[in-house]
DNA sequence: TCCAAACTGGACGTAAAGTCCAAAAGATGA
DNA sequence: TCATCTTTTGGACTTTACGTCCAGTTTGGA
């Protein structure tokens, strides 16, 4: 368990949060920031974390602490929650805190109370309903931008084209496999494999 | 890196965000909830992930994702997030996802509006593709109709709501079956027979 | 309270979904 | 042209989800 693969999580619960939150992840080996996430504090990696009280931590039952008060030294005030991570043998190897700025919450508790305004939301239209015509519209589509009739398209162009349409959800359309591979005009067995290649190689679109 | 190690990481976010948000850990290589921290959409552990194609998201910079939007079949908003886990060799290994009840912030939308904006949908491609938002639309939306939580729809009332699923083409959707069924809080036996009912007399909209 | 209708969990047979492989068909280059 | 490498194919086979069925239990009304 490294920061490096922890850092996902750091990166997530900031944006989650953000611009309300700071996420810090503590190295207890050296006592020091080993990575920060939108930082409020303006602390940085390789500062102190000055928590020292891990003794403190080891006392109680579970890995999880908080939510407690702090406050920042601009007066803010924070809601905070650590989590001890330890390593295969037990002993504490991080500890990754969560910082949550309350005092937007709490200006904004006291406006709200007024307004109880509901929200209509718009339904999206999903999934094709008939995706035979998906299916049909992106194979016509890709053969057209190709100036290639399907039975000429090499097998790289089916990769590309397989992956289109896995990932438009047309392979996840129940019977559709067999219904594919005809419209591709391979046989079921490479389909299969011009799949297993097109998921393993994601063929980035520009996206 | 296991479930138990990560535990307190999901303890905590539980708490900082209780009560709304839910924190789940997935398993990827089973595609399995490994851990479950107050839980608002009712699963428990062991219960399928329905996390679309992991390699997917290898394909991208980082591996945090979100915050995008979700619904709730009792029609909640969710803001969600997502990390990436991977082991030592690269391998992605588990997704923590947080799920954070927005409601409560909705009607103050204005005034949180930079806790709740950042919802710019991007990692579509990675949650399955969006036969569950459909379902989710159409049970909230049904249910807000009749102003009854799922829980106590009358038979009639499921009969009805799932013509309008089965309509919606959502049973013809890869591995839909048990996920309907819950989401009716029936058993998978009982959605067949309304099922059958349902497709035996097509509850005739008035077009 | 009792009955009939409905639901449940589980067993079961079937049909797709996927995997695997040996042989055929195409490419490639000497 | 031949030898070799790659890809495709058809088919056998395993696994997974679908859909049916049933016995036991629950539920909602008369």
Redesign the interface.
Known sequence: ?TPE?????G???A??????AEVVLHDSATDQIAAIWNPLSGRVPGDPSLLGELDELTATA??????YPKVLPDGRRL?S???????DTGEPKYV?C?N?DRT??ES?SR??AA?????S?Q?KA??E?DWTEKLNELVAGYVQERGVPVERLSRSDRLELLSRLD?A?VL???KSVPVVARALQVSRSALYQLLAEA??E?H?DPA
Chains 1, 2 share one sequence.
């Open positions: 368990m693969q922890l850092a996902p999580i990166e997530v619960l944006r989650l949060l953000s611009p309300h579970t890995d999880a602490y908080g939510p809601s929650v650590s989590a001890v991570l330890r390593d990754l969560v949550v937007a919450f904004a406006l709200l307004f109880a305004a509901p929200i939301a339904p999903f999934f309903h990932k959800g996840s359309q129940r998921r393993k994601p980035a």
